[in-house]
């Protein structure tokens, strides 16, 4: 039984005094107004309504019933409008989930560009390394930068792509022999985060595939504590380059084997979320703006560059 709709099919009788009156007043047949009331006695095993041929009238009971329904139904209404109301206003917080990476560079200028619009909207924010640590259907949006993403049935929205580089720092590799091969990697020290765990490292060039064994000098579970380990000389890094572009700019990392195809490479920035349907005005907003400002973003102007 849908108690909240036979109460309001019920109060509607006790206003009228009347089945058929209630029925047409409602938009429904007689027998679902007959089904209402008797649905709504059974489940209190009282006698609500006293119905003769001639005359609808409540018992001592219905009466009372009926003044605290109409209560209910009243605040039902007034939580209904208000939740309403603040769904079509760009108003209240949402919740995101946030890759590491796109944490470390883009969410911060696009939240504070979108709260200069939308100073009601705030934000509830999860930074998740890897994909396995979090379900995005438990959040409101999702930013995400994956080689691949989990198969979902929310909205899947790409707003763009970066490439992974290896890298390191001038001063690591000052000492070293120059690397001009994938087969020299193991006489290097190298560095993974939680999305390397794989132990191998595969190439490609007109000789064929290199599939080089790991054995790494440090493993993280934060790639921005690999960028900076890297910066600062300890080893070798497979890095996206939307994270280091900088570094790269500046001359604090240079890339290497770049006559090499790194299999794997590709990253896709993704955005995803649950439908516009269903969304709030907030979360439409947000969801809105970062496409507007999608060929801002870190990785807009660098590309793929395949």
């Not at 794989?198 to 054995?215: E, I, N, P, Q, S």
């Not at 921005?224 to 996206?240: K, M």
């Amino acid at each position: 039984m849908n108690q909240l709709e036979s109460m309001r099919i019920f109060v509607k009788v006790a206003e009228c005094l009347n089945f058929g009156v209630a029925a047409k007043q409602l938009g429904i047949s007689n027998s679902a107004v007959t089904r209402g009331v008797g649905a709504l006695e059974h489940h209190l095993r009282l006698r609500l309504i006293n119905r003769t041929t001639r005359s609808v009238s409540l018992t001592q009971a219905g009466q009372s019933y009926f003044e605290s329904c109409a209560d209910v139904l009243s605040q039902v209404k007034q939580i209904e409008e208000k939740v309403r109301a603040e769904a079509e206003s760009a108003t209240g917080r949402v919740k995101i989930a946030v890759s590491a990476l796109f944490a470390a560079t883009d969410l911060p200028k696009l939240l504070t560009e979108f709260r200069k619009k939308h100073p009601l909207i705030a934000f509830d924010v999860t930074i998740y390394e890897n994909q396995a640590q979090i379900s995005p259907e438990d959040f409101e949006l999702s930013f995400m930068v994956e080689r691949k993403l989990r198969d979902s049935s929310l909205v899947c929205r790409t707003l763009g792509r970066t490439q992974d580089v290896i890298v390191a720092a001038p001063c690591y590799l000052e000492s070293r022999e120059l690397l001009l091969s994938p087969r020299d990697l193991p006489n290097y020290d190298i560095l993974l985060d939680s999305e390397s765990l794989m132990r191998y490292w595969t190439f490609k060039d007109k000789d064929g595939v290199h599939r080089v064994a790991l054995v790494p000098t440090m493993t993280a579970r934060n790639t921005c504590a690999v960028v900076r380990s890297a910066v600062a000389g300890l080893g070798v890094a497979r890095l996206p380059r939307m994270v280091i572009e900088g570094e790269l700019e500046s001359g604090k990392l240079l890339p290497l084997l770049e006559n090499f195809d790194l299999d794997g490479k590709d990253r896709t920035i993704s955005m995803l979320y649950a439908g516009q349907r269903y969304a709030t005005q907030a979360i439409r907003s947000l969801v809105d703006f970062a496409i507007e400002r999608q060929a801002e973003m870190s990785f807009a102007s660098r590309g793929a560059h395949a």
